[in-house]
């Protein structure tokens, strides 16, 4: 186990520099999940972490040692790739005895080692089999394998679990999680699914154009992101968001959309006559006497929980309620905000006021 | 699809297989005939077999060592240059060499021109340049080895490349994490991956070299000259030896039999291979 701190670490590609000073610390044993559109930097960071990508300046030190120049096969990490790479043309305990092999360990503290972590991945049946004879959970949970044997200091995930359909993914996501805590490793794990970062981390980077946005407990982030591109990628569906003005009503303050919506905000939230962008997750609208009447676009039942969005003016929002809706397209229904989850950013900077 | 109507099908393959075979069973019934008979009516069933052509070949030393020849310098060449064409394949695919799609492109230009371009330079080169002493590389086993490189590598290459471009370098990165160096890496991961490839590569390389004439013909005297040409002495002023040529004809096709049908599954295996997605 060991901290892992990226220090000001810049990529260029020629005369482009796609990564601009990324700054991460990482504690001893945590999980941490790199999120992020395509094209944020994310995979581009893990691999540089990993050694299989060039840092043009800046530093990244694995338990305290500056690994800049350091190969990959001596900065003592594993890594599970997106494709899986297994050796196509080796049995499930070839793989996972591969990097042991390389490392001219003897074949029986080879052969124990990987009964071992076969026995916690349960493949110690799947063991003669080649790859492609395996689902692709099992190819998975191979390719953690193979990471495990090593017993590294820090495993690396580069979004491992986007080849898998829908439902094998939420089995994956909470084996991974229990491998953490059963482990207690340091985990750098790069995705695109905000929801796996939410559910699995201890701590988000979210990335943009090779920026880190925020860095926060998964929590933290949903409940106060710092910024707009951060409060629409966490959380599903996306939160609300209306261009508009703080005005004054008498002595409290409200929000007034370009389209004409008035909208409830916090006391003392931001100052009048401030242009906003006012943001509300779906989750935090409720549908009840006393709401603001808005007009049905669609309605979306799925069970559990039913989705309306409503057009008002230039705006779409969207709520997400547990009671079911009769209501049908073109009629009104009154939408009623939880003040106290209103998130308020300055429209200029995107930033939370 | 059900298919509709398989005799036709059979019927089909019956005769394209027919025109194809039908010349080598023609070269082995002249084979087995004596001269005399071989200028009367023409028969397609075999009522004798005449042994003495077979006998006069597998007896006369020269043949014996043109042979050996043949053999050496073919199996020689095919290694080599699957060898080299496999290690330029890897670096020309995974490495960020500059120009690397020019030097591809390149290295096939040669073969755009008739080999007999190349004769006169490969012939001074053999004879003037590359000369120690009084020895020189033409007429050996080597100098023909050599100058079989000269095409066979750029068709090696070429044949190659899809087949190691195939080879994800999601695996060359997982190896390399997992503590291969690059050697190991070639060889743990990528050669039992590319081996359907090389396969083909080796063989089709093998048979170029076992059927070349020109070539051999220009640039070797005796001590390196091939079967192939070989075949052209028994052309002479006083005849032509037809039965003893089609019995050498016989011979010479059925190593390179046996080489198809050892690696048959290869080559289909590696004529599609990266085609589908495994």
Known sequence: ?353 | MKRQKPWLSVLFWTLISFVTLFPIYWLFVISVKPTVDLFSTPEVILKSFYWQNYVDVLTDSTLRRYMMNSLIISTGNAFLVTTLGFLACYALSRFDLPGKESIFFWTITNRMAPPAVFLLPLFLLLTQVYRIGDFSLADTRIGMILVYCTFNLPFAIWTLRPTIDGIPKELDEAAFIDGASPWKIITEVIFPLARPGLAVTLILTWVFAWNEYLLAATLTNFNARTLTTGLSEYVTTTGTAWGVMAAISVITLIPALIVFSMVQRHIVAGLTFGAVKG
């Open chain 1, 1 to 353: 186990m060991a901290n892992v701190t990226i220090d000001n670490v810049v990529k260029r590609y020629g005369a482009a520099e796609i990564m601009h000073g990324v700054n991460v610390d990482i504690d001893d044993g945590e999980f941490v999940v790199l999120v992020g559109p395509s094209g944020c930097g994310k995979s581009t960071l893990l691999r540089m972490i990993a050694g299989l990508e060039e840092i043009s300046s800046g530093q990244i030190r694995i338990g305290g040692r500056v690994v800049n120049d350091v190969p990959p096969k001596e900065r003592d990490i594993a890594m599970v790739f997106q494709s899986y790479a297994l050796y196509p043309h080796k049995t499930v305990a070839e793989n996972m005895g591969f990097p042991l092999k390389m490392a001219k360990r003897p074949q029986a503290e080879i052969d124990s080692k990987v009964g071992k972590a076969a026995q916690i991945l349960d493949l110690s049946h799947l063991l003669k089999r080649y790859p492609k004879q395996l689902s692709g959970g099992q190819r998975q949970r191979v390719a953690m394998g193979r990471a495990i044997v090593r017993d590294p200091q820090v495993f690396l995930f580069d979004e491992p679990l986007s080849n898998l359909d829908a439902k094998l993914r939420v089995t994956m996501r909470v084996e991974i999680k229990e491998l953490h805590q059963r482990l207690k490793t340091t985990i750098i794990y790069v995705t695109h699914d905000q929801i796996e970062a939410m559910t699995m981390a201890d701590k988000i980077v979210v990335m943009r154009d090779g920026r880190v946005e925020q860095i926060g407990a998964p929590l933290d982030l949903y409940d106060r992101p710092q910024n707009v591109f951060v409060a629409g990628f966490i959380g599903s569906p996306a939160m609300n968001f209306i261009h508009g003005r703080i005005q004054s009503q008498g002595a409290a303050l409200q929000f007034v959309a370009e389209s004409g919506l008035v909208l409830p905000v916090p006391p003392g939230s931001a100052e009048e006559g401030r242009a906003v962008i006012y943001g509300i997750r779906p989750e935090d609208i409720e549908i009840g006497p006393g709401g603001i009447p808005v007009r049905v676009a669609v309605i979306e039942p799925m069970g559990a929980e039913t989705q309306v969005f409503a057009k008002v003016g230039n705006d779409m929002i969207d709520a997400i309620v547990r009671q079911r809706i009769a209501a049908r397209p073109g009629d009104e229904l009154p939408f009623r905000i939880d003040v106290s989850k209103v998130h308020l950013f300055d429209r200029a900077t995107e930033k939370r006021i």
